[in-house]
């Protein structure tokens, strides 16, 4: 009996089948509806690590990441992507070795070196900006404008009540330099708890204005955590898979990311790393341009 059931059924695609379902991926395993669009043929295409073009969110060693620019191009192009954009933090980290505005120009002094000479690679001017506590971005415009795009992130202050620290997010996101929200509720799993803030509001905002969202893939992150991840898919909101590395070695951390990235559902079109990097430079941009 044992051996004619498993002669009928294989695969789990075969048992789906029989049940009138199409092949339901793990990671939406959840009994949160995936029976239901399995049923009705609506269960969504998910991203896969091929599809990613650009890796976003690193350090060289202009802060507090070990790896040179002309390093982060040649491994990210020997891992298959097309481009990448380089975010050191910012000054206000001072402990993290952020950039001085002073030395901003040194940094992309050497990424337009590195440009000049490399093939297969873009490397894009970035910064992790720290959202200071009054939810203005460190550095100022004049600065801010002299990078590709701007990922904010929240590194200090992290007591706020969840009125003041919704309200200091909301207004970096008035700006309209403010690419990409980064590590969105600054959890460290086992460590330290997620800042208390409205997330509901925060992640309709980010739709509203067309501000990304990050996924930060570094395995003591995971923020957001993927159960957001899906809400924010639903309001439309653009994903940014973060890898957060530090070193060359924190390139895995994408895969982790695009777990979590699928885990809510996502489609290549809903991830702002699909996008060639005039499709992400264009996304940047728009925001500027709306606001000028
Ligand atoms: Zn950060
Ligand atoms: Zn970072």
């Given at each position: 009996m044992g051996g004619s059931l498993e002669g009928s059924f294989p695969d789990?695609?075969?048992?789906?089948?029989?049940l009138g379902l199409a092949w339901v991926p793990p990671e939406l395993r959840e009994a949160d509806g995936e029976l239901e669009a399995a049923a009705a043929g609506r269960l969504p295409?998910?991203?896969?690590?091929?599809?990613?073009?650009?890796?976003?969110?690193?350090h060289s060693h202009f802060s507090d990441g070990t790896v040179t620019i002309a390093e982060w191009a040649s491994s990210c192009r020997a891992a298959g992507y097309g481009w990448v954009g380089i975010t050191d933090h910012s000054?206000?980290?001072?402990?993290?070795?952020?950039l001085r505005a002073e030395d901003v120009g040194q940094q992309h002094a050497e990424i337009?070196?590195?440009?000049?000479?490399?093939?297969?690679i873009l490397v894009l001017k970035g910064v992790e900006a720290d959202i200071l506590a009054d939810g203005s971005l460190d550095y100022g415009p004049d600065v801010l404008d002299r990078f590709d795009f701007v990922i904010g992130s929240i590194h200090s202050r992290f007591g706020m009540s969840e009125e003041e620290m919704t309200r200091r997010v909301l207004t970096a996101m008035e700006d309209p330099r403010l690419t990409i929200l980064g590590h969105p509720t600054g959890r460290l799993l086992l460590q330290r708890e997620p800042y208390a803030i409205d997330l509901e509001r925060v992640l309709q905002t980010a739709a509203d204005r067309g501000i990304a969202v990050e996924v930060n893939a570094d395995p003591h992150r995971l923020d957001l955590d993927w159960r957001?991840?899906?809400?924010?898919?639903?309001?439309?909101?653009?994903?940014?898979?973060?890898?957060?590395a530090h070193s060359t070695g924190g390139i895995t951390n994408v895969a982790i990311g695009l777990g979590i990235a699928r885990k809510g559902w996502l489609e290549p079109s809903g991830v702002l790393?699909?996008?060639d990097a005039d499709g992400f430079l264009a996304f940047a941009r728009q925001r500027r341009t709306v606001a000028a």
């Open positions: 789990e695609a075969r048992v789906y089948r029989a295409h998910l991203v896969e690590q091929t599809d990613l073009r650009g890796f976003l969110h690193c000054q206000s980290s001072a402990y993290s070795g952020g337009d070196a590195v440009n000049a000479g490399a093939t297969g957001m991840v899906r809400r924010a898919r639903d309001l439309g909101v653009t994903i940014s898979i973060g890898a957060n790393n699909t996008r």
